[in-house]
């Protein structure tokens, strides 16, 4: 199983973008999707996830400003960021609990896509 990341980019401060992570590959299920960010200097955090049955959770930095949703049927996960600021720029990253069996699941991490904001 793979993921795929897309939708980074640059963007100024007051503005939005949308991640987007694509699983392919044999997959059984996809439990909870996530969504993590690595500014420079600093260590990766947990900004977004998503469950199953999309009960979501945030960071506190970023609430009210991202939303993370998914399409199951498409195995893939969004992040949609509104009122961007530059603090938010950083590597982005999914990941997600990845069932390719009934009786089996693992963290799958995708590769990162950058977010650059300017002031």
């Known amino acids: 199983v793979q993921l795929q990341a897309s939708g980074g980019g640059l963007v100024q401060a007051g503005g939005s973008l949308r991640l987007s992570c694509t699983a392919s590959?044999?997959?059984?299920?996809?439990?909870?999707m996530y969504w993590y960010r690595q500014a420079p200097g600093k260590q990766r955090e947990l900004v977004a996830s998503?469950?199953?049955?999309?009960?979501?959770d945030y960071a506190d930095a970023v609430k009210g400003r991202f939303t993370i949703s998914r399409d199951n049927a498409k195995n893939t996960g969004y992040l949609q960021m509104n009122s961007l600021k530059p603090e938010d720029t950083a590597v982005y990253y999914c990941?997600?609990?990845?069932?390719?069996?009934?009786?089996?699941?693992?963290?799958?991490w995708g590769q990162g896509t950058l977010v650059t904001v300017s002031s």
């Open positions: 590959g044999y997959i059984f299920k996809i439990n909870t």
């Open positions: 998503i469950r199953t049955g999309g009960i979501t």
């Open positions: 990941a997600a609990d990845v069932q390719p069996s009934a009786n089996y699941e693992y963290e799958n």
